[in-house]
């Protein structure tokens, strides 16, 4: 069947045949000689760092100012050592000191030469008599049950086991903030010193104030550098020239002591790695959690809401819907809610991590006699709208141009100066009657799509984004929930047009369909006097259609009910 589909799209090479120059629309290469061992971070998955150069852009990124690859710390405090008490053992910590090191299960952890590369690189550690320090968080959270069994076939998960990689589950862990608190005398060591610690995990996300609030530096890599960095400590470390530690006769350990060659790797895969356990882990998926299979199931074919429930609650999208479709929605005298600079991303918009003790999701929750130990994550709670809406914007990282520097989820609500949530903000509006707007620069959304960073706004009450550019998934699914996402003109943005977001703004879109056009221009005025064209972004007829009915669910439900009757 994949050869019949690869012939018939001209995509299928057969060496035995004489070969034809195919035509492209666009040519990759990758030379394999090219390839080499890397890491990406500090804040981003695409901000790829070749091992060898991770040492230096450290260092650059202590020095640049603040933004994806900057920290901005001053010369002389970079070397500075933070001496604190872990449990009665005198510890230290200085910026780039590895507090988390994950093997989580997003990626590559159900890829056994990585797994078991892993495993070598523990065991060799162990055997030369490296240990990792005890205040580094360590975990690991395969992507699959068989992982576990071919682990313990190999015997090294007893390796692992000592260097702290025990097993902690099969699911999201910390690459999506569930990594848990730090101990509170790391947390206080970083806290009070301003230190810029670091994470190093083998998830595929790596946004700030995602992995944990207290490490501001997050890098992506493979599984047996999670355990490599773990046993160094650090980030600022060059592992060609540099030594991981000290062995147990006091002699240097070196990076290439404890990394396995391809050829063990090979070895232990082919002796360890067995059919059968992926056969008898699959088959019994269904049985394997007594938890599961003893929750009741209510016999009726609507799902019947439970109030009282912090996890699952009824969302407000189809309350007061109509069978005809509202038609476009226009934007008058809108007020700016926040006014942003480039890349938000997803993570920004809607954090999936851990709920801070101080948020309105956290105020939600301990009034419905929530503890705080049992808030959990953002992205458990997403069945909750409640939640999720009081989480929009909640990123503790998140930078908004109204706060003047100030880094954190606030905003200014323009009509009174008063500084409040986001969400009380976007609230204050709602009830005044007011529709919001956001202002924001180049990649809007850019990040791991995600739904909820397009629910969430709605709830909010924003009827438009008015951005540099947007990334394509996050883009459809703002048209998806109704929000209008409008583009400035090449080489213009909010700063080239004088816009502060203090104003109050108005769209000029038709309100009648059939005179609005994937792509066409529309003018915006502001209520100072200034106009300025945008371009708007609904890029397809299916996407006006979605506009037409106020989004993607209302128009699936009436079209659902026009097909019933």
Known sequence: MIEAYLRANKMFVDYNEPPTERIYSSYLELNLDEVEPSMSGPKRPHDRVPLKEMKSDWHACLDNKVGFKGFAVPKEQQDKVVKFDFHGQPAEMKHGSVVIAAITSCTNTSNPSVMLGAGLVAKKACELGLEVKPWVKTSLAPGSGVVTKYLLQSGLQEYLNQQGFHIVGYGCTTCIGNSGDLDESVSTAITENDVVAAAVLSGNRNFEGRVHPLTRANYLASPPLVVAYALAGTVDIDFEKEPIGFGKDGKEVYFRDIWPSTEEIAQVVQSSVLPDMFKGTYEAITKGNPMWNQLTVPEASLYSWDSKSTYIHEPPYFKDMTMSPPGPSTVKDAYCLLNFGDSITTDHISPAGSIHKDSPAAKYLMERGVDRKDFNSYGSRRGNDEVMARGTFANIRIVNKFLNGEVGPKTIHVPTGEKLSVFDAAMRYKSEGHATIILAGAEYGSGSSRDWAAK??????????????????????????????????????????????????????????????????????????????????????????????????????????????
């Open 456 to 565: 969430g706004p709605m709830l909010l009450g924003v009827k438009a984004v008015i951005a540099k550019s947007f990334e394509r998934i996050h883009r459809s699914n703002l048209v998806g929930m109704g929000i209008i996402p409008l583009c400035f003109k090449a080489g213009e943005d909010a700063d080239s047009l004088g816009l502060t977001g203090h104003e109050r703004y108005s769209i000029d879109l038709p309100t009648n369909l059939s005179e609005i056009r994937p792509g066409q221009d529309v003018t915006v005025t502001t209520d100072n006097g200034k106009s300025f064209t945008c371009i708007v972004r609904f890029d397809t007829e299916v996407e006006l259609a979605y506009f037409n009915h106020g989004g993607i669910l209302p128009y699936v439900i009436r079209n659902l009910a026009a097909a019933h009757n």
